[in-house]
């Protein structure tokens, strides 16, 4: 390996995270530890693994497109020729407002939820979580992502500053802590935590269709869709057709979208 190079501060970020988290779920946990807490968390990482490079190729992309559109004078930002600080903190809030209605678009579009599943159909969340997707769903975000770089000019800074913040921000969001509820009044305009994403994880339709924020909770304030953890109660995750095998077993998880369930899959609605 050269003696130059760095991994990308998103990938130490993401690291670092999940390691603190990890621990700390041992000593703040919400639910109890399961006894096959390793294996869930190997199997979840090496899914995770897949998807990865899948997202870092699509990134290497997005920072080729950034480049160019750069240069050509197209997209938004690129039109209203922003100071670069504001440009760049634009930039990341527009990345984080695509991801949240490309997360949403998983949950309205019954093939998108097909690829979406597999991270639904896990019955214990934790910080491991954070990293259980199937790659198909990487790749169709992947290519969201580069589409959304092209159109809103999203700058390469843009690119990299929104990057290292969800490296922290889904391993949070994830993550088996019992943080109060008695929070949520002034942490609502912040950083999703796991007290309102793990609603998103829930078996009850109205309640999986609410809390879709990726990074920022605001973008659920703004479009109707968040849910206050105070008006939850006996909260279970996973889909109502999941079993233990489906939940944790590799190759259940990689069959996932290819597999018509024997439950109604939940999709958004009013009720």
């Excluded at 399961?34 to 290497?60: E, K, Q, V, Y």
Aim: glycine share 6%; with cysteine.
């Amino acid at each position: 390996m050269p003696m130059n190079f760095f991994p990308p501060p998103n990938v130490v970020g993401a690291i670092l995270a999940t390691l603190i988290l990890w621990f700390l779920e041992m000593r703040f946990a919400y639910w109890p530890l399961p006894s096959n807490r390793l294996t869930h968390a190997r199997n979840n990482f090496m899914l995770g693994i897949c998807s990865l490079l899948l997202l870092g190729a699509a990134a290497g992309v997005s920072v080729t497109v950034s480049i160019f559109a750069r240069e050509q004078g197209w997209g938004v930002l690129n039109w209203l020729r922003l100071p670069l600080f504001f440009e760049t903190i634009a930039g990341a809030l527009l990345y984080d407002l695509g991801n949240y209605w490309i997360h949403r678009s998983q949950h309205l579009v019954p093939a998108l939820w097909r690829l979406h599943r597999a991270h639904h159909t896990d019955r214990y969340i934790d910080v491991s979580s954070a990293f259980r997707f199937h790659p198909l769903e990487s790749l169709y975000r992947g290519v969201c992502f580069i589409a959304l770089v092209f159109v809103a000019g999203i700058s390469i800074y843009s690119i990299l500053l929104y990057a290292v913040l969800a490296s922290v921000a889904l391993p949070l969001s994830h993550a088996n802590l019992n943080i109060p509820t008695s929070w949520e009044s002034w942490c609502r305009y912040g950083l999703v935590l796991p007290l309102h994403h793990r609603i998103h994880h829930s078996m009850k339709r109205a309640e999986y269709a609410r809390n879709y924020g990726i990074v920022f909770l605001w973008w659920d304030l703004l479009f109707g869709t968040y849910l206050d953890p105070g008006t939850v109660t006996d909260l279970k995750t996973g889909l109502d057709y999941t079993t233990e095998k489906q939940s944790t077993e590799l190759a259940a998880l990689f069959r996932e979208p290819f597999v018509s369930p024997t439950a109604s899959a939940p999709f958004e609605d009013s009720r």
